[in-house]
């Protein structure tokens, strides 16, 4: 049996499922399987022989612990320092070559905010129910301040989608109120929002830029699309400008943007999505899986990006994710949604070490560590 990332995309503990199911199957049947995976921690835990390659070409190959507490091949030790785990930070995951490539902006101490200052967001009461009447979100409340990073994590089907389209008034409520910057905008239709002076200041990053880009637009038309509809420009010598600007800072190469999304990496088309979406310098950043496609080296550039995009630009961050490493490292506050209802919130870190519901207790001990897959396998007299 080939598994070819079989588990991308799905949450934790539909990811463990999937795993032992697969797992049983192929025991029961005497299959041989080959797991293909980004996932270390996936590898660790469930693989008695890893084969790293690069380039087409076979660099390392090893049982788990051997390999991965003592990688011989410089591929694959960028491969397992990239790999979040639970003390990661993100400073942590890109080798020193690669953060010299991109000269940052210095960053401004954040500004205070004057007493009395309405958030940035703020959510009360959401709900969304869909045509069969069942509530995709129900009684949903948050606030998200100027600068700040807010993570939504649950199972696949708990409303995190949901949750960040209304945000994104790109689907209408069925209830609740939203406000940004002490402004109504939950009553607005959806399908009116891009008339909104607001429309600029929500941006969204999808979580498959296959589907987000056009692929009849190259990666310049990608990032002054929304600087044609809702920036005022107009095609020129400053659209162009700002185009190369965005580009820049994402780390995407000047000479890409004539190519189109079928001629790009998937971490040069991420960046292309980034791009486009910070083209109109908008104030919250919703992200849905940014980097759920992605190997965990380019996975680890890209987050470093956007947390240097957010610290530059005072960017706040609604960040959706499957990845409860990637949230802990990258989000001040963490969101738990089962069942579209709010179970669990707090401070990110002190969360995840002592969770207080049994849902996201389930969630926690779900997730693969190298570390500990690691650890476990000591005792396993087969590994």
Same mark, same amino acid.
């Given at each position: 049996?080939?598994?070819?990332?079989?588990?991308?995309?799905?949450?934790?503990?539909?990811?463990?499922?999937?795993?032992?199911?697969?797992?049983?199957?192929?025991?029961?049947?005497?299959?041989?399987?080959?797991?293909?995976?980004?996932?270390?921690?996936?590898?660790?835990?469930?693989?008695?022989?890893?084969?790293?390659?690069?380039?087409?070409?076979?660099?390392?190959?090893?049982?788990?612990?051997?390999?991965?507490?003592?990688?011989?091949?410089?591929?694959?030790?960028?491969?397992?320092?990239?790999?979040?785990?639970?003390?990661?930070?993100?400073?942590?995951? &890109?080798?020193?070559?690669?953060?010299?490539?991109?000269?940052?902006?210095?960053?401004?101490?954040?500004?205070?905010?004057?007493?009395?200052?309405?958030?940035?967001?703020?959510?009360?009461?959401?709900?969304?129910?869909?045509?069969?009447?069942?509530?995709?979100?129900?009684?949903?409340?948050?606030?998200?301040?100027?600068?700040?990073?807010?993570?939504?994590?649950?199972?696949?089907?708990?409303?995190?989608?949901?949750?960040?389209?209304?945000?994104?008034?790109?689907?209408?409520?069925?209830?609740?109120?939203?406000?940004?910057?002490?402004?109504?905008?939950?009553?607005?239709?959806?399908?009116?929002?891009?008339?909104?002076?607001?429309?600029?200041?929500?941006?969204? &990053?999808?979580?498959?830029?296959?589907?987000?880009?056009?692929?009849?637009?190259?990666?310049?038309?990608?990032?002054?699309?929304?600087?044609?509809?809702?920036?005022?420009?107009?095609?020129?010598?400053?659209?162009?400008?700002?185009?190369?600007?965005?580009?820049?800072? &994402?780390?995407?190469?000047?000479?890409?943007?004539?190519?189109?999304?079928?001629?790009?990496?998937?971490?040069?088309?991420?960046?292309?999505?980034?791009?486009?979406?910070?083209?109109?310098?908008?104030?919250?950043?919703?992200?849905?899986?940014?980097?759920?496609?992605?190997?965990?080296?380019?996975?680890?550039?890209?987050?470093?990006?956007?947390?240097?995009?957010?610290?530059?630009?005072?960017?706040?961050?609604?960040?959706?994710?499957?990845?409860?490493?990637?949230?802990?490292?990258?989000?001040?506050?963490?969101?738990?949604?089962?069942?579209?209802?709010?179970?669990?919130?707090?401070?990110?870190?002190?969360?995840?070490?002592?969770?207080?519901?049994?849902?996201?207790?389930?969630? &926690?001990?779900?997730?693969?560590?190298?570390?500990?897959?690691?650890?476990?396998?000591?005792?396993?007299?087969?590994?």
């Amino acid at each position: 049996m080939i598994a070819d990332e079989p588990t991308t995309g799905l949450d934790v503990t539909t990811q463990k499922v999937v795993m032992d199911l697969l797992t049983g199957i192929a025991a029961e049947r005497g299959m041989a399987t080959i797991l293909i995976t980004h996932d270390l921690g996936l590898a660790a835990r469930y693989c008695r022989r890893v084969v790293v390659m690069e380039q087409g070409r076979l660099v390392e190959e090893a049982k788990p612990k051997t390999l991965f507490r003592a990688p011989q091949h410089p591929y694959t030790r960028r491969l397992v320092a990239a790999s979040p785990t639970a003390s990661s930070r993100i400073a942590d995951l &890109v080798p020193e070559e690669e953060r010299r490539r991109h000269v940052a902006m210095p960053v401004a101490p954040r500004p205070q905010r004057a007493p009395g200052t309405p958030p940035l967001l703020e959510v009360q009461k959401l709900a969304k129910r869909f045509d069969q009447g069942a509530a995709a979100v129900a009684d949903f409340s948050m606030m998200i301040s100027a600068g700040e990073s807010v993570g939504l994590v649950g199972e696949s089907g708990s409303g995190k989608s949901t949750t960040s389209r209304i945000i994104c008034r790109l689907i209408d409520p069925s209830e609740g109120e939203i406000a940004f910057e002490g402004q109504s905008i939950g009553h607005i239709p959806a399908r009116d929002f891009h008339r909104s002076p607001f429309r600029k200041d929500i941006q969204i &990053v999808f979580q498959d830029p296959n589907d987000s880009l056009n692929p009849r637009f190259t990666a310049f038309d990608c990032i002054a699309h929304p600087l044609l509809r809702l920036g005022g420009m107009r095609p020129g010598d400053a659209l162009r400008q700002r185009v190369e600007e965005c580009a820049q800072r &994402v780390g995407l190469g000047i000479e890409l943007l004539t190519r189109f999304p079928h001629q790009l990496s998937g971490g040069q088309k991420a960046r292309v999505g980034i791009a486009r979406a910070i083209a109109c310098r908008p104030r919250l950043l919703v992200l849905d899986e940014p980097t759920a496609a992605l190997d965990v080296s380019v996975q680890a550039v890209v987050l470093q990006l956007l947390d240097r995009l957010r610290r530059e630009d005072d960017l706040a961050f609604l960040f959706v994710s499957h990845d409860l490493n990637v949230v802990r490292m990258m989000c001040d506050r963490t969101i738990v949604l089962q069942n579209g209802r709010i179970v669990e919130q707090g401070e990110s870190r002190a969360m995840f070490d002592n969770p207080k519901t049994a849902y996201t207790r389930e969630l &926690v001990e779900a997730v693969p560590h190298i570390e500990l897959e690691l650890a476990a396998s000591a005792a396993d007299p087969l590994s």
